[in-house]
Structure formats: structure tokens, C-alpha cells
């Protein structure tokens, strides 16, 4: 069932929206714009005719606080209220250790005592409590609880009936509410409410899944549970060491992490969770794609290697927590794959680094596909050199003659100091050989012994194969090529800057002033790429004339290239 938005100001309903969930349950969104961002991150929430909290609500960069409710309470006003004015009913404000917003919603609970103790323990209970607290659902009168363990007189009846009609716990004869739950119980139990509430999809791995040294030993039955939720399972929950050095007691890093799954969780791992789950889950649309007609229903978007950090930060901009989106590609196809892909009506547009290859262009023609390409950031193809290598630059003439006819094996051949020269190459179905086809190849091929004994087949490797190539006896350096923008953000990751250079092409370097006003010879953009025939006021068109709006350019720039504007 698909979630829907319901959009309140003070708490009058004003309009609804659908968002896309196709893990979503009976769940609905409701939010209140132009809130003041002041204490913005306590802001939550609460139903405005008994004033009960929303747990699953909270205030995002835009001036609007969000909430996932169920469905059945859709027609009830809303209004904000803050977590902050909330008194704990400890003394002792750091007995919550940062959970006074569940505690504000009616999450978590003080023993006894009046104290939260966050080293005790949970029965599976308490925890079955918790999580129909946070869904905020109504609970079942308790007095056919299906577990043969579960009294009706017993305070948890209610929970532990509701969370099994909720799917939240497994069907049995025997519940064993008294048990304390562990880790990998409650990492269960909280991504089945998640999912039930439609804010996980516990088929499909989280986009950055942690990586455990003990994976091994998670029960079968829980694995997908932590890697649908990945790297929102707390630090709480984990148990951190040092690796040992190879040999080396001066060694410091790196720290290895065990989920310890059959440890008991304690009331702090178990908040923590359930805390992260409400701030890092839910998909909401932000005033920018609300504004762009992006909020129902995204392009299925693909494209090349280096253009995959503008779909992350388009999907940053329009939505809070973007990466679990669910359209959200993750990753993209290769330059040549994603064209195909388009072409073959597969995906609605493409980020685009290069000008599509010749094959590419055949093949458009074949399938009788005119393809568009929208400039929406400046870029260029570069050619890189060992930092050592006291050559600055080549010319057009120059890439030519050694690409397609291997005509120099000395530097000292084009301008160069006295070192063997080594040409590395891309793979023909890279975005980097088809800018080679329109600048230098002008339908020739690459020479054949350069293509078999120098030939990058990744993005990242012709970086650092180049840097591998440099020898010292006797002297070499190497020459590579690739996107200006992709080996600065590649930079940022590998640090590869600190041993390349790039090179100047007939006597202009390339920078972002001599990119941008087209000094630079190899100059030329990226692009958003439609179908022709791809009808107006679709998600692609809408998308692609959000990338030429100021905030489509401020996602090209938070992507590390060179907007238009």
C-alpha cells in the first residue's frame, strides 16, 4: 500500500500528496510547514485534540515537522510541540542519556523507581512495549494474546497481542515475555515494526551495510534484519576493538566491531535503536520537491560512474534520509550501459559525464530513439601524468598521434624530460573512450598495442595504474586520461592528487574558470539525457528542469562539478 502525505498547517488539514513505499503499510505522513527552526530538533508531533506525541515525527531544514501515523488516525489534527519543555522523571537528567525525546513521546517509560537505568536489561516484553509505542497504533485488548504464556491480566497482554497481529513477533505457542530479549531479537523485532509502518524494506540491504567482524554468528533468521538497517544499528549495540597490528605495537588502527547478536540488549541499545530509526528512516519530501512536482513519483535515473554524486545529492535535496528513497538507484551503470539502458526504455534519464559514443549513437538510430542532452554542469576531459614527470603539457596533435599511432615511446619525443613514455587507455565502453572519439580518435581506434598491454577497465584503476606505472630504472613516467571533475572528487577518497598532475592541452591548464568559459580546449558538459520523444511534465522532464533551477545547480556544485550558473 502506497504511504500518503497529508499536508496541516496549526492543525487544519489542508491537502494530500502520495509517497512512494512500495513496502508501506497502512501508514500515513502528515506534516506542519513554517515552523520556526529555532530548538528545531526537538520539535515534534502530537495529535491536537488529547495532545498524545507522535513518536515517529520531527523537524527538518525546511521549516516543516513530519510524522508517520497510521492510517486510521488520518483524519486527526496535528500540531507541533517540543520534546524540550519535557521534565524526566529522574532527578537525574543524565539517567536518559540523550533519550528525553522518547521519553517526551511516551516511548520509554521510568522503572520504577522513576529512573531509566540504561544498563539494565529488557525482557522481550518491555521491548514488545517499546516498538507499539513508537508505531503509535491501537492496541488489541489483550485477551487473545495466542500464546499459551501470555495471561490477560498480565500488564504486557495488550503490546505483546498487538505486536504479534502487527507481524512484529513470530506466531508460537509460547511467547516467553519474562526472557530478556536479545541484540539480535530486538534488531529484529524493531525492523519488523519499521517495515510494518512502511520506513524499511527488509528485503533490501541498506546502502552502506556495517560491516561486522562476528557476522557469522548472527542467526540466520536475523540477517536481513541488520543488514536491512546497516549502518543505523548504534554504536551501543556493538562492541568495539582494536585490530592487532601486523607485528607493530605502535599500530593504532583500524577498530574492528562485533554485533555480540546473542548478548542480552539493554534498555540504553534498545532506545538507541529505536531513536535511530525515527531519525534516519523516514523518506520525506522536502520543499524543493514539493515545489518541483517530485514528491509523488522520481525518474528511474541511471548514468555514468562519475556522475552517480549528483543523483545522491538530487536525492539529498528532495528528501530527508534520500538514500533509502525508494528509487534511489545507489549506484549507476557504466557510460555505455546506461545509454543502452535508455535506449531501451529501461530508465527515464541518465546523468550523463560524456557525449554518447558512436556505437551508442548506431544503435540509437537502429531502435529509431532520437536522444536529448540538457547541459546542467560545466566538466572536461583531462590527461594526467606522475607528479614527478617534469612535462606540462601536449598537444591535440600530439594525444593524437600517441593514441592512434603509438608513435613516441620517449618523453623527450614531445617536449618532455629523457623517460620512457607509457600510455594507459580505457575500455571501449567507457564514457572516457567515447570523449577520446570526439576529440582524437576521429574514427580511428586506439592503437592495438596500447590497447592490449595498457588498458584501464575501471574509472578509479587508470588513476591508479598511472601512478603505478612511474619506474625509476630506467626512467618512465605515464599518461592517462579521464573527467576533470570525477579525478577531483576521486581525489577527495584516494588522495591522488599527491602523486598526478594534470597536464596542459595546447597551453591552456584545466581549471573551473578556463572549463567554465571554454578556453580550454577539451571543455564541455554533463548532462541530464532523455528520450526526445519523453512527454512533458513527466517525472524526467521534471527533474531536468530542476537541475537548471538555483537549487538543481546547488546540487551540481554539493556533487564537486562546475555549475552553469
Known sequence: MKNSIKRLVGAVLIAAICMPASFAADFTTVRVDNVDGFGGVSKRLRYADDKTPIPISGYYWDGSVFATIPAENAGRPVEVF?????????????????????????????????????????????????????LGVTQADGT?????????????ASVVQTARECGIVSPDTRFRPEALVTREEFVVMAARAMAYAGLLDMDKAAPSALELEDADVISSWAKSAYE???????????????????????????????????????????????DACIRWLPVYPTAAAREAGLDEEMPIIDGSTSTLPITQ???????????RHPANPVTHSKSHASYERLINGEVDML???VYPASDILALAEEK???????????????????KDNPATGLTSEQ????????????????????????????????????????????GAEIHETIRQETTSYAMQSILTDVIDAQTSDPTGYALGYSIYYYYWNANMVLGTADYLKLLEID????????????????????????????????????????????AGQRCVENAGYGPLQ
Request: aromatic share 12%.
Open 507 to 550: 597551453g591552456v591548464a584545466p581549471t573551473d574558470e578556463t572549463i567554465a568559459d571554454g578556453s580550454y580546449p577539451l571543455s564541455n558538459n554533463t548532462y541530464v539525457v532523455l528520450r526526445k520523444d519523453t512527454p512533458e511534465d513527466t517525472p524526467a522532464r521534471r527533474l531536468a528542469d530542476f537541475m537548471l533551477t538555483e
Open 368 to 386: 529509431g530513439v532520437e536522444l536529448e542532452l540538457i547541459p546542467i554542469a560545466h566538466d572536461a576531459m583531462i590527461f594526467f601524468t606522475n
Open 144 to 156: 487473545d494474546s495466542g500464546y499459551t504464556d501470555v495471561p490477560a491480566s498480565a500488564w504486557y
Open 82 to 134: 517540543s520534546t524540550a519543555d519535557y521534565q524526566p522523571p529522574s532527578d537525574d537528567e543524565s539517567d536518559w542519556y540523550g533519550m528525553l525525546d522518547l521519553a517526551a513521546c511516551g516511548v520509554l517509560t521510568g522503572d520504577s523507581d522513576g529512573k531509566f537505568h540504561p544498563e539494565r536489561t529488557v525482557t522481550r516484553a518491555e521491548a514488545a512495549a517499546m516498538l507499539i509505542r513508537t
Open 313 to 323: 545529492a538530487v536525492y539529498s535535496a528532495l528528501f530527508t534520509n534520500g538514500d
Open 399 to 442: 594525444i593524437s598521434n600517441i593514441y592512434v599511432n603509438n608513435a613516441y615511446d620517449n618523453w623527450n619525443q614531445i617536449g618532455g624530460p629523457d623517460a620512457l613514455l607509457y600510455p594507459y587507455c580505457r575500455n571501449n565502453d567507457s564514457g572516457s573512450h567515447a570523449q577520446m572519439e570526439r576529440h582524437f580518435l576521429h
Open 351 to 353: 546523468f550523463a559525464s
Open 228 to 274: 536491512s538497517f546497516g549502518s543505523l544499528i548504534p554504536v551501543s549495540m556493538l562492541t568495539e576493538v582494536q585490530a592487532p597490528g601486523a607485528d607493530d605495537p605502535t599500530y593504532l588502527g583500524p577498530y574492528l566491531y562485533y554485533a555480540e547478536p546473542q548478548k542480552s540488549a539493554t534498555r540504553l541499545e534498545s532506545a538507541e535503536l529505536i
